[in-house]
């Protein structure tokens, strides 16, 4: 057997190295054909989204300039006519809804043995609701002030105060007015 290498160039296994730098080259090209996609599509996609907010801007535009038109138009003078006949209208459905009977059911539970109503009368206040002012003739301060005490546990009165007390022929002479909010809470009936 021959040992020596008689050829004049030596011999090398290139086609493993070729095979890997074309596979290399493959995958390089699938990469930038995958970017080159890639960026066109959102290039297209950043065209529409600016073409969209731009007519989106402009419809925002043409909705403020005719939002400034119609402003223009409104009166605050009919604005303030309007608004004043809305508060009477609420003041009257509320001097409607109020409820005498419930009322009177609320004081015959809570009214002591010793105490009578002589008078009363109802005011809606803004903000505050229905205001009552009663005057109660009583034998003494302590039925007075059983009574307000059973006002103040129904739950229906609140910020219960005597305005005013005199004697007369005896008897204790009371104004109380109170803040009444018609509810549940106390109610008696079915």
Known sequence: MIQTNLSTRPFYNERAVH???????????????FNATRVIQLSRSDTRQATQASRDEKRAADLRRSADRLRATVDPRQIELVSVQARRAND????????????????????????RITSMRPRIVPKEG????I?????????????????EKNGAFANVL?????????????????????????RRGP
């Open 19 to 33: 095979l890997a730098l074309l596979a290399l080259a493959a995958a390089v090209l699938l990469a930038s054909v």
């Open 92 to 115: 009257l459905i509320d001097r409607r809804t109020f409820s005498w009977t419930d009322l009177f059911n609320r004081f015959e539970t809570t009214l002591p043995d010793e105490v």
């Open 130 to 133: 229905t205001v009552l002012t």
């Open 135 to 151: 005057t109660v003739v009583a034998r003494g301060v302590d039925d007075v002030n059983e009574f307000v005490q059973n006002l």
């Open 162 to 186: 005597p305005v005013e007390d005199r004697y007369n022929e005896g008897l204790l002479e009371a104004v109380l007015e109170m803040k009444y909010t018609p509810g549940p809470t106390g």
